[in-house]
């Protein structure tokens, strides 16, 4: 599968600095938030209220009741123009924008009646809404008035998995909605309750509990949580569903276990999976296994060793497998049953540990805030290994050459490949869905396609002081450096139209093109 591209990259070449501000916008209050909507309106939040920004400076839109919104705070709605606001405060109410108008959607007014979380569902072109501790609301994005569809209260919270604020929770790390048909998909439900729902009316197609909801020590079966991604074998019409140590293999159209509970599946914690030719091939705490798929049983009789494999990445490039462990790079022969150690353990500087890794063509490509690798996937050859300092990083006792870690923790360990529809043919990208375990010296990053952003430091001829570094993640090139002045910018990114919005006073907004 493949998925659109998450990478943090720098490396050091001569480059242009990037042609002066376009316009300034000066604001009454202290700038504390710059953000870019899906819509290219910029969200500027101040000390008095909330803004939308279009590319020429004009101010579409004020909220006064949104005042001090901090950046964790404000969810982009991917795919639309809306934005979700975690508002703060004992009387506080949560909410979801038009990037555009800045009207709000998706409240009913009732006291008491909050959203905590939100969700976009692009199937059916759907806004979910969580309206408290168990239920979602669902709102049609066909119209512009958001007209009410369906609820549901059984749906537990507990699958909206990342907290963003008090009493607000966001998906990311939650189970992927896997689409059945035009208008169905199969929806993790909380813990082993699923169901295979007709996204129209909110009624199931059919549901399936593997154990009672009530279960000693049982943790729902989310990313977050350090659980695979459930799949779906279009082929053999099969979803596979990872359940504390076991893996459920259900029939798509009934519902129905297609393993015997007792003997099928019997794998420890499923971390990761791929579902091949050969088999399910599944990462555990133990190593990887392969699984047949008619009955579930072990192919093999031991596992491959994979060492921390708690900790470990399990990536698929077409019928290539790799594994990253231990900050090395392991590839995978599954008809051999074999693994061939390509690079020698990674380090990277700045106290940083991997925040996302990508196959692009012939290369694997591990990534931070401020480092970034790239190996050779058939050799294990290293192209580039590159740092470039944190703007922040001289307040800090940094220890250099720190051996890379995957991650820090099980729950920060897994990495997915999913709903990928959309991605550049030849890439594929993994992601941790948890924030990053060490952020060093205020570093800030963003990232579109070939192209990453970068805050930094520049010392040379032709750029000096504080900045954004615009890179080419392939080649390492710096295309263009943006000096701010700012330790820690405020920026945001219309990448479509190459728009730069920054913070270039305490109470400027500034915008420059770029290249």
Known sequence: MKKAVLLLMVFAF????????????????????????????????????????????????????????????????????????????????????????????????????????VRVIHGTNQLWTLKGTRGINTWSLDTNTLQYGWGRNEIKSDIAVDKMASLTWSFRGAQPLLYTGKNSAIVHLGLSHLANVDLTTGKDIWRFN???????????????????????????????????????????????????PKKGGKTGKVLSMFVTKEGVLVLTPKGLQLLDKATGNLVWKKPIKIKNAIESILLQDNHDFFAISKGSIIKIDVANKSTKVLTEKIKFSGKESFQSLEIVDDLIILSASQNVAAFNKNTGEKVHHTYLKAPGSSLLAITQNLVLATVAVAATANSQNINSQNSTSGTYTYHKYTPAVMKSGGSASETKGDIIYISTKFKDADAKGFGVAKVNKKTGEIIEKIVIGDRDPLYAINHNKGNFFYKSDHKTLAMKSLK
């Open 14 to 117: 001569y480059a242009n600095i990037t042609i002066g501000q376009e316009w300034t916008k000066d604001f009454p209050g202290k700038i504390n938030l710059v953000k870019m909507s899906d819509a290219g309106i910029a969200i500027v939040g101040t000390n008095d209220a909330l803004y939308g920004v279009n590319d020429k400076g004009e101010i579409l839109w004020e909220n006064e009741k949104l005042r001090k919104v901090e950046e964790e705070r404000v969810q982009i709605l991917s795919g639309t123009e809306l934005v979700f606001i975690s508002d703060k405060g004992m009387l506080s109410r949560n909410r979801v924008l038009n990037a555009n108008t800045g009207k709000e959607y998706a409240n009913s007014g009732k006291k008491g009646d909050n959203i905590i979380g």
């Open 210 to 260: 593997w154990k009672p909801y009530k279960m000693k020590d049982a943790k729902s079966s989310t990313l977050s949580n350090g659980f695979s991604a459930m799949k779906l074998d279009e082929e053999t019409n099969t979803l596979y569903f990872p359940f504390k140590s076991q893996l459920i293999a259900l029939d798509v159209n009934s519902g129905t276990p297609k393993w015997n």
